[in-house]
């Protein structure tokens, strides 16, 4: 059977499998049951990797816009989502995860290519992806997770919200509101916490004197268990276990990863004027792709080509996703639609007026 | 016809939508057992049950922010903030989160999602409990932002807040819960948003209010005819977003005078919005500037300062003194 929560750290050093140099270090029998998923992980992990580089050139060529680089942090998303069923489960993200979320459809890529190009078609994924849009606001996103579960749970429908946040949200009114809640009505949620060391330029001590993050499950009626999340064998096994907690009626889960942002905050952010070079050195050792391809290796189960062919794919992703989008079309006006479900008559007038302004500077 | 009390048909009309539409859940603070602390939802937990009427621990970010999840799983909210002074702690969520849902994802999802909330002054609150803030709720498209003064349309504009695709903030006069009483229509009754009601005829001059200022208004109009021979028109906008701006102008273009009351302080209040209105519709028609009579521009004063904030019908009478006395 799969790991009990029970058995996992909520401080101290987070729960792994691998260790940074490839060494397998944890359980073989919880080894034995996730390796199997290792080669889709790895090939998620390349994927995102590549569309993540992609994106930057992209940005840099206005072809898309500022974006948050998921470097660093893919085991940490691909890793959890693997163990969620998009039949069933919402996935709510922030902004870093968008890259990450392939095992719910190539719709996600070519939504966020929208979102990234400023289309008003970015917004959504269509019904049935149950992946909500990007959120902005801070921790804004964790109120949603808890009414989309507890609107299951109002109709009796099977289901776990994967909610994601990071260490900077955790500070905000939303993130202690949200999780009481959720352990008050023992929503079926997987508040999922990367905590990537920094919020821009904020370190861990300037966000929290607690020892941990996974510390505050139990102040919310919760468990928090802390999982290394460059360690993507570690990061499935423990979001598989999350999620039966919470499928089994036994309400939410904290769980930390502890992951580190290898790039800029953002593509207008320079973490080279207050990420310290030593640290950098550290965690550029503890990259998640080659941990896992080191293990994956060893046991034959990767390759060059597996490898060659992941990278390929990814691009080609990429170029569907932002050929699509670009092909796309939008009205210059289009900001007037799905304010209300029927305009206001000051809307219908105002629109008016702007087509005769567009109709003027056309003519021009 | 039934004669009821504001907080009688409010609590009717929760009532009769829970029992038509199984979706409606109803949640906030003290909402169950105890049934509201202005008994506005008492007995229906009674009657539809906890997993129906659900308390909330104290934390308005979160019951204005779970109604986005639980609109897109299906279910229609009604979540009530105990005192509207309290938004300012959901602002986020109400503005930035459930304001945009519609918009941001393209269509993709609506927000039946009501918020109601008690606002307004007059009863000798602790702070905090009487600011009336409708106005910031107007600058945010996608609210509804509605306020009725009367318990027929309080009844009839809730049915049609809780129906609505779209996110409706409904603020409920504190003071008028047990003072309005009126005959409300028995069954179904749905007022719809943007059509403004004539509470009382005039030639001379129009006055126009929401909520609890429509009353003060109705009696300084009948002062104005005892006292002064004026006959003023009162207008209760009902909602005011959407704003009848059209009921509005048509008065004013009769009468050639205007006075806006509200409770909110003066500067950049919702009267300030339909007096431009007013100018721009009916400029060549106006006979004197229009009036605003409205709270001062401090913040909500303490219990025993607050007679001398909030308009009066001595204020209201004034101000339609001003608005008539300059040709007169």
Known sequence: MGLSLDDLPAVGEPFRLVATDGSVVGPTAVIDEVLERGPELLAGMIAARVANRRLFSLQRQGRTGTFAPIEGEEASVIGAVAAFEPATDWIVPYYRELLGLGRYGSEVLYRYALYQRGHPGGGYLPEGVRVLFPQISLAAQLPHAVGLAWGRQLRKAPGVVLAFCGDGASSEGDFAESLNLAGVRRAPVVFWLKNNGWAISTPLAAQTAAPSFAARGPAYGMPGVRVDGNDALAVVAVAAAARAHAAAGRGPVLVEAVTYRMGPHTTADDPLRYVPAQERAHWAAADPIERLRVVLTAASAWDDTQEAEAEAAADRAVDEAWTRAEATPVAPDAFFDHVYAEPTLRQRRQREELRGHLADRAAR | ?328
């Open chain 2, 1 to 328: 016809m039934t004669v009821l009390t504001m907080v009688e048909a409010i609590r009717a009309c929760l009532h009769d939508e829970m029992a038509r539409d199984g979706r409606v859940v109803v949640l906030g603070q003290d909402v169950g057992a105890n049934g509201g602390v202005f008994r506005a939802t008492d007995g229906l937990q009674a009657a539809f049950g906890p997993e129906r009427v659900v308390d909330m621990p104290l934390a308005e970010a979160v019951i204005v922010g779970s109604c986005v999840g639980l609109a897109i799983e299906g279910a229609v909210p009604v979540a009530e903030v105990q005192f509207l002074g309290f938004a300012w702690q959901a602002m986020h969520q109400l503005c930035g989160q459930v304001a945009r849902l519609r918009y941001r994802s393209d269509g993709r999802f609506a927000a039946p999602i009501t918020i109601r909330a008690p606002f307004g002054g007059g009863v000798r609150t602790p702070e905090l409990h009487s600011e009336a803030l409708e106005s910031q709720f107007a600058n945010v498209p996608g609210l509804h932002v509605v306020a009725p003064a009367s318990a027929a349309d309080a009844k009839g504009l809730l049915a049609t807040a809780i129906r609505s695709p779209d996110p409706v903030l409904f603020l409920e006069p504190l003071r008028g819960y047990r003072l309005i009483r009126d005959e409300v229509p028995d069954g179904e009754h749905l007022v719809p948003f943007g059509v403004a009601r004539l509470v009382r005829p005039g030639r001379d001059v129009t006055v126009v209010a929401w909520s609890a200022q429509v009353e003060v208004c109705r009696r300084a109009a009948q002062r104005a005819q005892d006292e002064h021979g004026i006959d003023a028109e009162v207008i209760d906008l009902r909602t005011i977003v959407p704003f009848d701006a059209a009921t509005v102008a048509a008065s004013v273009a009769r009468t050639g005078r205007v006075v806006v009351v509200q409770e909110a302080p003066l500067t950049a209040g919702f009267a300030s919005e339909v007096v431009a209105t007013v100018v721009e519709e009916c400029f060549y028609d106006l006979e004197s500037p229009p009036v605003r009579v409205s709270g001062w521009d401090v913040p909500y004063p303490v219990g025993l300062l607050e007679d001398g904030y909030v308009p009066d019908d001595d204020r209201v009478l004034a101000g339609i003194l001003r608005a008539t006395e300059v040709t007169a």
